[in-house]
């Protein structure tokens, strides 16, 4: 008989009897739940008590889990986010009912579309309201799971105490099965509070099943790239997720392929490589470069709307469309579609692929890169890519940074030199500073920096106490242009003014200073300075930039 390593000893040891026997007293569901998630491996907790979910949380108060309270639930959301994209672990995000477990419906969105493992355990009205009965219940909804199912990943519905183990294990191994992403748990609250004489939890199993590809497709596969008279790869945010930077650039290599990384990819092959075509996707040299080759292949991209220029792109050679999300396999375009995780796929490629040697590929990358840097030299943009330039000088390499949907952003996307996190999956605002104070809690030995518009950061005001209170090493920047500035540009272009999009906003520097967070106005000269001092600094920082940015021309209109 052959053992895998789902195999357990089911055979309890004497010592196990006796204490499942005599288990501890004053323990409830709550208890489960916790004892349950340290079981499988978790340390920390994110997330709001509420009405129905106080049993989670005191049983917290009897475990070893930390537990980081955020002020709003999507912050909290947001927060859990980046600790799973950080850490490659399910992050656990504990909400009340009703409201407070919608109010993390936008982060859970920007989850599911960045193939983040959140973990979502959400209370629920007590047993005797459930099933439509509309008893008048505090947060009642008719079907609460009914405004998850369409974002998450899975629903683990849980209906009595002895449910809660499993329900949350399989739950567990959903959010870590490629493609990661968001699954919901829901556990009434009289099953929360009811004392158990259940025995405590302990090791928990759940192991996510690799997404294998089929044989006779990587076969096909490689007989295509060898024979490729110009091949191109474009890496996607699933080579990030699946830790295959080291395999995707073994491939181009051996394939003298140039490489283009999407605005979810970034960091997934270096930005300065001879091969690097790096990220300039909303440029239309990039988009005739790929179109002109005769095999592309995709890694862990679904070529949605950023991918591919805004749908412009319309490729004459052949696709080999690697991807985890078995829906986005040629979602935009024909392809041979091969359904796996990145990294075991790309193994398969370079286990069979033959080495082939391009002189002139290289030189193609410069060319197109050329291109694109005279046609940015052409705009009036000096100032943006110094602001760009500040930040990445005082960015120390290997500290992470966490990117709202602003001007500064959308420039960073196809500019900044590698890795970054960003709310492009979905889109939300409010994103940055709630997920790198998560990012924070992950390595709070590496400092983070932040992004955001002083609309963006208007949403994640209330977490500077967070960042206060746990000592967070987070530096925020707010790019301060009195308004929503890319809304304001895209209003101009298409109706010939911006309705909506000019706001009156505080003092950020005195409203940081008010939450005993230190905090400094800067200006464009000063900035590499002054983002400096702060992340080296102790603790949680704010820099306000006054500046009101422009983006490049696009090409895809």
Known sequence: MTHDHHDVELRPTPRQVAAALNPPPGRTGGDLVVETLAGLGATTVFGLPGQHALGMFDA????????????????????????????????PLLLSTGPGALTALAALQEAAAASSPVLAISSQVPTTGLGGRRRGHLHELRDQQASFRDIVKSVHPVRSQSQIPSAIAAAWESALTAPHGPVWVEIPQDV????????????????????????????VAAELLARAARPVIIAGGGVVRADAAGKLRA?????????????????????????????????????????????LLVVGSGLGELSSNYHTFTPRGRIVQIEADLGKLESNHPALGIHADARIALQALLETV?????????ERVRTVLGKVRARIDAQDLGEERRILAAVREALPT?????????????????????????????????????????????????????????????YSLAELATAHQHSLPVTWLIVDDGGYGILREYMTDAYGEATATELARPDFVALAESFGVPAV?????????????????????????????????????
């Open 60 to 91: 917290l108060r009897r475990s070893d889990l930390t537990h980081i309270g955020l002020r709003v639930e999507n912050n909290a959301g947001f927060a859990a986010d980046a600790y799973g994209r950080i850490t490659g672990e399910a992050a």
């Open 192 to 219: 929360l509070d009811a004392d158990t004489a259940l025995p405590v939890v302990t090791a928990m199993d759940a192991f996510p099943e690799d997404v294998l590809p089929r044989p006779e497709l990587t076969a």
């Open 251 to 295: 491939l181009a290599e051996r394939l003298d392929a140039p490489v283009v990384t999407t605005f979810g990819g970034k960091g997934a092959f270096p930005w300065e490589h001879p091969l690097s075509l790096q990220s300039w996707l909303e440029d239309r040299h990039t988009t005739d470069f790929l179109e002109d080759a005769d095999v």
């Open 354 to 362: 033959p080495e082939r040697t391009d002189p002139t590929a290289a």
């Open 398 to 458: 290997a500290a992470p940074s966490f990117w709202d949907m602003t001007i500064l952003a959308y420039w960073a996307w196809s500019a900044w030199p590698g890795a970054m996190h960003s709310a492009q999956g979905a889109g939300g605002l409010g994103y940055a500073f709630p997920a790198a104070l998560g990012a924070a809690v992950a390595d709070p030995a590496t400092p983070v920096l932040a992004v955001s518009g002083d609309g963006g950061a208007m």
């Open 521 to 557: 106005r800067t200006s464009a000269d000063t900035l590499a300075a002054d983002l400096a001092k702060a992340l080296a600094a102790p603790g949680p920082s704010v820099v306000v930039l006054p500046a009101r940015l422009k983006m490049f021309a696009p090409t895809h209109l």
